[in-house]
Every structure is written in C-alpha cells, then in structure tokens.
C-alpha cells in the first residue's frame, strides 16, 4: 500500500471561486458549487452555471458517495515530493448527488491495483495543515 506519511504535498492555494469549497472541507464537509437557477452542480467552481450561464451560484453540502470514473496509476516519480507513495492511484469521482461533477483525488487506504472505473468509494479528508483539508477517496465500506 502507498506510504503517503512522507509525502509532502504542494498545498491549494483558495481563489474566489474555490473558497467555500476549502473552508467546508476544513470542517469535514464536502460541498460543492450549485446554481439557483436551475439547480445544476458543477465541480471546479466557476463564476457562471455551465449549463444556463447564471450567476445566482451557492455552495452546498453533498454526500460522499460516488464511483470511480476515470484513473491513472502513478508509476514514476516525476514529482520527488511524492516519491513515497508510488506507486499510486489517482482518481476522478463523479458524486452520485453531482452527476457530471468530476472531483479528482487519491483513492487512499487501498492498493492501488483496488482503482477500477466504477468501483464504489467515499469521501475522506486529509488535514494538510491548519488551513487546508484535502477530500481524498477510500473504497465504499460493504
Ligand atoms: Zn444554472
């Protein structure tokens, strides 16, 4: 399994956009960007609704639950600071509650040969430091 206690991650910096996402994730809380108009969610924050351009945009809370829908496994140490945790799992989750939302990740306390578009997972945080929590994936318990 990757050893991820040694990696030193570079840390988000949050913009505008992306704040409320940064400070709901601080508080173990995965939220995401949806517009008043017509109710879509979308992840990354933008500073319009993608799908009717609206501008009436919120931040709500969502559930942690999705599916793998894309991945690559890291085999090469082209970022030393990860060098630890090779090889690895990156992942993209689409949120059963944001159909279309793609959030990319870690899938952590599994190996790597666990990612598997479709597989089930949930939401995690991992405290980088005082100010920023990074949402990170495990498997789905059951
Ligand atoms: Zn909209």
Redesign the pocket.
């Known amino acids: 399994m990757s050893d991820w206690s040694k990696v030193t991650r570079p840390i988000p910096v949050p913009n505008e956009w992306t704040k409320p996402f940064w400070d709901a994730a601080k508080q173990g809380v995965l939220a995401l960007q949806r ?1 008043r ?2 109710g ?1 969610v979308q992840h990354p924050p933008y500073a319009t ?1 993608t ?2 351009i ?1 501008v009436d945009l919120t931040f709500e809370p969502v559930r942690g639950a999705g599916t793998i829908y894309a991945y690559t496994i890291m085999y090469h140490t082209g970022d030393k600071r990860f060098a630890s945790a090779v090889p690895y799992a990156s992942i993209v989750v689409e949120l059963d509650d944001a159909p279309g939302a793609l959030l990319a990740a870690n899938l952590l306390d599994a190996d790597y040969t666990e990612a598997k578009v479709g597989r089930r997972v949930e939401v995690m945080f991992e405290q980088l430091n005082d100010d920023i929590t990074l949402p990170q994936f495990r498997l789905a318990a059951g």
């Open positions: 517009c108009s017509c879509h609704c799908q009717c609206g």
